[in-house]
């Protein structure tokens, strides 16, 4: 059984600080893990994709994968009200067409 | 707005109605899949759909049948469904089959009376 685990929060931030979120997985052989960014109401939208160890930034964003640790992270940081939303972490088990596993996510919210 | 667009947007039904929802998407991508989310919860896989030919289908009612009519174009046919299965039913594709990232469209909401 695949599963993805995060804290569901809320997890609640000044404006202009790090806000950071953590996922763990159980599928040991598990090749690519994203994070999607989902506003009340709307479709999850793709913020990072990560595929080895270690970080990769977008912008405000990085991702961080530790595959021996079965861990992955998402920092935001300055983050402003606008980051306000649930972020889900998904992994893709196989590196085939398989589908996502998502985790429940984690409300995050930016306080002005 | 995205590039995987799904119609329509909300659609509300009886349970002995049939209706179709439709995802298309011009990417070239060449896998799609169906995932269904409930208020609160996760998205959960339905179908994948790998070079237009069914590859996954993760246990799900045969009240609900999935079509790929072209590598562009995917229909999820609705039959006979119950009240626990409204939902957000949220379309995404990918360019390949090596786990690259799935882009959603903006979903059908479904409402069974």
């Known amino acids: 059984q695949k599963e993805v685990e995060q804290n569901s929060g809320p997890l609640s931030v000044p404006e202009g600080a790090i806000a950071s979120l953590n996922c763990t997985y159980s599928d040991r052989g598990s090749q690519s893990f994203f994070w999607y960014r989902q506003y009340s109401g709307k479709s999850p939208e793709l913020i990072m994709s990560?595929?080895?160890?270690g970080d990769q930034e977008d912008g405000r964003f990085t991702a961080q994968l530790n595959k021996a640790s079965q861990y992955v992270s998402l920092l935001i940081r300055d983050s402003q009200p606008s980051d306000s939303a649930t972020y889900l972490c998904?992994?893709?088990?196989?590196?085939?067409?398989?589908?996502?596993?998502f985790g429940k996510g984690t409300h995050l919210i930016i306080q002005p | 707005d995205t590039e995987v667009t799904q119609t329509p947007k909300h659609l509300v039904m009886g349970m002995t109605n049939k209706k179709s929802l439709k995802c298309e998407q011009h990417?070239?991508?060449?896998?799609m899949y169906w995932y269904k989310q409930k208020a609160k919860k996760p998205p959960e896989l339905m179908f994948v759909?790998?070079?237009?030919?069914?590859?996954i289908n993760e246990s799900v009612p045969s009240r609900f049948s999935p079509e790929c009519p072209n590598s562009s174009l995917l229909n999820l046919h609705l039959h006979a469904l119950q009240p626990e299965d409204s939902a957000l039913y949220l379309c995404a594709s990918s360019v390949g089959t090596k786990g690259q990232p799935q882009h959603f469209g903006d979903g059908t909401r479904l409402s069974i009376l």
């Open positions: 990417m070239g991508h060449r896998a």
């Open positions: 998904a992994v893709n088990a196989g590196g085939g067409a398989d589908g996502l596993t």
């Open positions: 990560i595929y080895s160890n």
């Open positions: 759909y790998s070079y237009e030919k069914l590859s």
